[in-house]
T-cell receptor
Framework: EADIYQTPRYLVIGTGKKITLECSQT?????MYWYQQDPGMELHLIHY???????EKGDLSSESTVSRIRTEHFPLTLESARPSHTSQYLC????????????FGPGTRLTVL | KNQVEQSPQSLIILEGKNCTLQ??????????LRWYKQDTGRGPVSLTI?????NTKSNGRYTATLDADTKQSSLHITASQLSDSASYIC????????????FGGGTRLMVKP
């Protein structure tokens, strides 16, 4: 089982709140990713990082922001949550290697009321 | 545009029966193809990975095939168990500098007693 953790697992908040979703991995992986997944739908990449101080936007436009100050930590922040942000957020990491296998965390299910 | 299409979208089978899930892709250049299993509310877990030169790979009761010429893959599940109920996602990695992944929409499998 992969050593990648996400907290909280479930979050219900009101509109306008600022939230941070935490993601940590203990595998020393350089690359980390955030995906958004609506129920029964495919994963969409919203952010990724090649390493410390590197952040890039993914295929799906997102109002969230990320930071990568430490190798093992890749938090995602929403400055002002809206109901349209309700979704599951999955964090993943991988080595900087050819086969690029990504290990996923358990996900955070966010509900914005 | 890179795409991965899976069929069927959903499938119901009886415990003990076999089933085959299909994946067609148009990802170029091709690097590798993975099948992931995603339990409800959890992150995906890798089942198999195949590169261009491999045409079959097994992991217990799961056997994946790859035809790089027709750009098709299949995942065969033998003697299904209730715990096989999950979404199965086909993921193709492009052989470019970013090594980004293209996700299929998944097949939702339900195994009934």
């Amino acid at each position: 089982e992969a050593d990648i953790y996400q907290t909280p697992r479930y979050l219900v908040i009101g509109t306008g709140k600022k939230i941070t979703l935490e993601c940590s991995q203990t595998m020393g992986h350089d690359k980390m990713y955030w995906y958004q997944q609506d129920p029964g739908m495919e994963l969409h990449l919203i952010h990724y990082s090649y390493g410390v101080n590197s952040t890039e936007k993914g295929d799906l436009s997102s109002e969230s922001t990320v930071s990568r100050i430490r190798t093992e930590h890749f938090p995602l922040t929403l400055e002002s949550a809206r109901p349209s942000h309700t979704s599951q957020y999955l964090c993943a990491s991988s080595e900087y290697a050819t086969y690029n296998e990504q290990f996923f965390g358990p996900g955070t299910r966010l509900t914005v009321l | 545009k890179n795409q991965v299409e899976q069929s069927p979208q959903s499938l119901i089978i009886l415990e003990g029966k076999n089933c085959t899930l299909q994946c067609n892709y148009t990802v170029s250049p091709f690097s590798n193809l993975r099948w992931y299993k995603q339990d409800t509310g959890r992150g995906p877990v890798s089942l198999t990975i195949m590169t261009f030169s491999e045409n079959t790979k097994s992991n217990g009761r799961y056997t994946a095939t790859l035809d790089a010429d027709t750009k098709q893959s299949s995942l065969h599940i033998t003697a299904s168990q209730l715990s096989d109920s999950a979404s199965y996602i086909c993921v193709v990695s492009a052989g470019n500098a970013g090594n980004m992944l293209t996700f299929g929409g998944g097949t939702r499998l339900m195994v009934k007693p």
